[in-house]
């Protein structure tokens, strides 16, 4: 199994940044691929993931050239650098984790409690 706690949301202005952390606690942690959502008013969306050994990584399109995920394995901690934010960006951020990860929701079986990220303009 595998433990999720997301921290580093907040309040920011348009144009600043953020960086989101999600420390994991488990075995598996390092064999696991990551994922970063976010739940605005509408629905959950796909942001960033990333494979188990941080080579490989996925973005959104909205997300593009603006965010950038990492994992450090040594720490147990997966990050989502958040730079040039919108008030779109606007969102609960979920951590998750799962064996083959991607874009989609079910492929993560490993879910964190969320931290708000507010963007104000």
């Known amino acids: 199994q595998v433990q999720l706690v997301e921290s580093g949301g907040g309040l920011v202005q348009a144009g600043g940044s953020l960086r989101l952390s999600c420390a994991a606690s488990?075995?598996?942690?390092?064999?696991?691929?990551m994922g970063w959502f976010r739940q605005g008013p509408v629905k959950r969306e796909f942001v960033a993931a990333v494979?188990?050994?941080?080579?490989?990584?996925y973005y959104a399109n909205s997300v593009k050239g603006r965010f950038t995920i990492s994992r450090d394995n040594a720490k147990n901690t997966v990050y989502l650098q958040m730079n040039s934010l919108k008030p779109e960006d606007t969102a609960v951020y979920y951590c998750?984790?799962?064996?083959?990860?991607?874009?989609?929701?079910?492929?993560?079986?490993?879910w964190g409690q969320g931290t708000q990220v507010t963007v104000s303009s």
């Open positions: 494979n188990w050994s941080g080579d490989m990584t």
């Open positions: 488990g075995r598996a942690f390092s064999n696991s691929a």
């Open positions: 998750a984790a799962g064996p083959t990860g991607g874009v989609r929701e079910m492929k993560y079986d490993y």
